[in-house]
C-alpha cells in the first residue's frame, strides 16, 4: 500500500474544512457558555445548575474516556468507528429538538429536568467520540502540517458559529413561543452534525505497516501506569490544566452574571455567539500557525490568557461594551485551546496511543472541575458572584504561572525522552 503523503493529507484538509463549518454552525445553537445555561434558567433551573453546565460537561466528557481508551486500541477500522460512534450524539440531539419543537414541554412541570437529562446523554456521548475522533484524525494527518491543519479546521468552525449566531439570533427575535424557538435550534443541531458526519466518509487513512495484535486490558493499564509515574513533563502540564480548568464554571457564569448585573433581552445570546466565534476563527487559525513555528505550548498560554482576561472584564464591567469583550475573550481563548490542546496532545503520545494520554487528562481534570463546580455553586447559591469570579482570576493565574514556568514544550529539543519503561532517559 502506498504511503500517506501530502495530497492525501490536503485531501482531508478540504473536507474536514467543510466538516467543521457543519459541526460549528450547529453548536452555535446550543453554546456551553450562553445558550445552554440561559435555556436552563429560562426553564426554571436554579442558577447554580445553570451555571455549573460547563464544568458538568467536562465531567461527564471523562467519565467514558480511559474505558474507551482501553477498548479502541483494538479497533482495526477507526473510519468506520469513528462514524458510528457520532451516531450516539445525532439520536441525542435529534431526540433534544422533538422534544423542545414538537412536545413544547413548557407545560410539563419540572421541564428542565428533562432538558438536563439530554444535557447529560449529550455531553457523555462527546465523551465517548473524543478519543476515537482524536485518533482518527492522528491517522488521517501529517504531524509537520497538524498545526495548520487544526488552526484552519477550528477557523472554518469559528466560520460556521460565526454564520449560525446570526441565525441563532434571528431564530430568537421571532414570534416564536419558548421554548420551540429554542427546540428547532436543536434540530438545527442534529441537521449540522448529520452532516459533518457524513462528510468524514471521503478521508484517506494512513496506511498499517504492521499487523495490529490484540491489546489486553492488562497490557493497558501497565502502559498507562508507567505513563503516570514517568513523564514528568506531562505530569506538569496536567497541573497546569487542573488550574485552567476552573474556567469551565465560569463559562456558565459570565452569561448569568452579566444578565443580573445589565438586564439584557435573551436575543442578546445571538450576538454573543456572533462575538465569541468572529474572535474564536482568528484565534484559532493565529495560534496553529504560532504552534508549528514556537511550539504548542506558546498558542496555549495564549488560550489561558485568553480566558484571563474574560474573567477580569466581567468583574470590572461597567456596561454591554464590556460584556461584549468578555464573550470575545472567551473567544480567544476558545479558538487558541483547541488546535494548542490537540497538538500537545499528540507531542506527548510521540509514536505511543493518543488515546490514552487524552483520556488520562480528562480522567484527571474530572475531580477538580467538581470541586470548582460545587465551590462556585455554593457561592451562588448565596448570591456571592463577585467572590467566584476572583476564584477563578486567582487559579487562572496559577496556571499561567505554572505552564510558562514548569511546563516544557513538548517538541522541544531540551524535552527529555520519555519510554514506556516509565522514566525519562
Known amino acids: 500500500m502506498s504511503e500517506f503523503t501530502l495530497l492525501d493529507h490536503k485531501h482531508n484538509l478540504k473536507y474536514n474544512l467543510i466538516h467543521e463549518f457543519a459541526w460549528g454552525f450547529g453548536i452555535a445553537f446550543h453554546t456551553l457558555y450562553a445558550i445552554v ?27 467514558p474516556s480511559l474505558f474507551i481508551a482501553a477498548l479502541g486500541r483494538n479497533i482495526q477500522n477507526i473510519k468506520r468507528a469513528v462514524i458510528l460512534f457520532h451516531g450516539i450524539i445525532l439520536i441525542v440531539s435529534f431526540l433534544m429538538g422533538f422534544t423542545f ?50 488552526g484552519l479546521g477550528f477557523a ?35 441537521i449540522s452534525l448529520l452532516i459533518g458526519t457524513i462528510l468524514f466518509i471521503p478521508f484517506k487513512i494512513k496506511p498499517k505497516k504492521t499487523v495490529q495484535t490484540h491489546k489486553t486490558i492488562k497490557s493497558f493499564i501497565k502502559e498507562t501506569k508507567s505513563i503516570i509515574i514517568g513523564h514528568k513533563n506531562f505530569q506538569k502540564y496536567i497541573l497546569s490544566r487542573i488550574f485552567f480548568a476552573a474556567n469551565l464554571p465560569g463559562m456558565g457564569l459570565y452569561a448569568v452574571y452579566c444578565q443580573n448585573k ?46 484571563f482576561i474574560a474573567v477580569i472584564l466581567a468583574i470590572f464591567s461597567q456596561n454591554m461594551i464590556w460584556v461584549y469583550g468578555v464573550f470575545l475573550a472567551i473567544g480567544v481563548g476558545q479558538g487558541a485551546f483547541m488546535p494548542s490542546a490537540m497538538n500537545l496532545v499528540y507531542n506527548f503520545a510521540e509514536d505511543r496511543d493518543t488515546k490514552t494520554y487524552m483520556a488520562l487528562i480528562d480522567s484527571f481534570l474530572a475531580p477538580f472541575v467538581l470541586i470548582f463546580i460545587i465551590g462556585v455553586g455554593s457561592l451562588i447559591r448565596i ?33 527529555p525522552q520519555f519510554h514506556l519503561d516509565g522514566f525519562s532517559s
Open 37 to 63: 445555561p440561559l435555556f436552563l434558567r429560562e426553564l426554571g433551573a436554579p442558577e447554580s445548575i445553570a451555571v455549573s453546565t460547563a464544568g458538568l460537561f467536562s465531567i461527564l466528557i471523562a467519565l
Open 101 to 150: 419543537t414538537v412536545l413544547d414541554p413548557i407545560y410539563v412541570q419540572s421541564a428542565w429536568k428533562l432538558y438536563l437529562f439530554y444535557f447529560v446523554l449529550y455531553a457523555f456521548s462527546i465523551g465517548i467520540i473524543v478519543p476515537i475522533w482524536a485518533e482518527f484524525l492522528n491517522q488521517s494527518t501529517l504531524k509537520s502540517e497538524r498545526g495548520k491543519f487544526f
Open 156 to 190: 472554518f468552525n469559528g466560520v460556521g458559529s460565526f454564520v449560525g449566531g446570526f441565525a441563532l439570533q434571528y431564530l430568537l427575535t421571532l414570534d416564536l413561543p419558548f421554548p420551540r424557538n429554542f427546540g428547532i435550534g436543536f434540530i438545527i443541531l442534529f
Open 262 to 307: 445589565f438586564h439584557f433581552d435573551l436575543s442578546e445570546a445571538g450576538l454573543f455567539t456572533i462575538l465569541n466565534v468572529l474572535a474564536a476563527g482568528a484565534s484559532s487559525y493565529l495560534s496553529g500557525k504560532l504552534g508549528d513555528k514556537y511550539g504548542h505550548k506558546m498558542s496555549m498560554l495564549f488560550a489561558y490568557i485568553g480566558h
Open 383 to 415: 448570591g456571592d458572584f463577585t467572590t467566584s469570579l476572583y476564584i477563578i482570576a486567582t487559579s487562572l493565574f496559577i496556571s499561567i504561572l505554572v505552564l510558562q514556568f514548569l511546563v516544557r514544550d513538548p517538541n522541544s529539543t531540551s524535552e
